[in-house]
């Protein structure tokens, strides 16, 4: 089974519409990351969340590692074209090994 | 600074063949991580070198392997290629021994094609 999933699988909003991704962990989560990929490209770094209940923002974009550790979210606040693209959570559940989940697919229409 | 390059850009191989793919990593860069990315698929991990050596590795076979050059630049091999080999291979660099440790850095890939 997957360590990570990560949900929805795809997911297509009006432009300047909000939206929360998912991503849910088997195991304790001791830093979890999201990554940004374009299709056929390479994954850009978004953000890293260690504590419980953490919370970082860039842009628009927000993300939160739940209390208990095996959840992560990731909000879009009025979703523009440039949101579109892969978002993949990751974690190194068993470093150095990084585990990454198999992405959600947003499409922002104009 | 430069960013993690990665060569070729695209390649066809046939079943069979042996094929070698190249990384720069990014200035300062000490760690590099090969992962496989199947078409849908997050990326998965094929291992890591540090300093030169082999520091963990995923759940693929020996035909899979690599090397890590003095300035941290590196290559993975994969023998006796395979449909299923088919994928985008994405290396990242970061700097292990620091705070920013778990910051991977990616390059574009390389995206092979097994006929």
């Known amino acids: 089974s997957q360590e990570l999933e990560q949900s929805p699988q795809s997911l297509i909003v009006q432009e300047g519409k909000n939206l929360t991704i998912n991503c849910t962990s088997s195991k304790t989560l001791y830093g979890l990351y999201w990554y940004k990929q374009k299709y056929g490209e390479g994954l850009i770094f978004l953000m890293m969340l260690q504590k419980g209940g953490e919370e970082k923002s860039h842009e628009k974009i927000t993300a939160k590692l739940d209390e208990k550790k095996q959840q992560s979210s990731l909000h879009i606040t009025a979703s523009q074209p440039s949101h579109a693209g892969i978002y993949l959570c990751?974690?190194?559940?068993?470093?150095?090994?990084?585990?990454f989940g198999d992405g959600t697919t947003l499409t922002v229409k104009p | 600074e430069t960013g993690v390059t990665q060569s070729p850009t695209h390649l066809i191989k046939t079943r069979g063949q042996q094929v070698t793919l190249r990384c720069s990593s990014q200035s300062g860069h000490n760690t590099v991580s090969w992962y496989q990315q199947a078409l849908g698929q997050g990326p998965q991990f094929i291992f890591q070198?540090?300093?030169?050596?082999?520091?963990g590795r995923g759940n693929f076979p020996p035909r899979f392997s690599g090397l890590q050059f003095p300035n941290y630049s590196s290559e993975l091999n994969v023998n006796a290629l395979e449909l299923d080999d088919s994928a985008l291979y994405l290396c990242a660099s970061s700097r292990t021994d620091s705070e920013t440790a778990y910051e991977q850095y990616f390059g574009p890939g390389t995206r092979l094609t097994v006929t």
């Open positions: 070198y540090y300093r030169e050596e082999e520091n």
């Open positions: 990751g974690a190194d559940i068993s470093a150095p090994k990084s585990t």
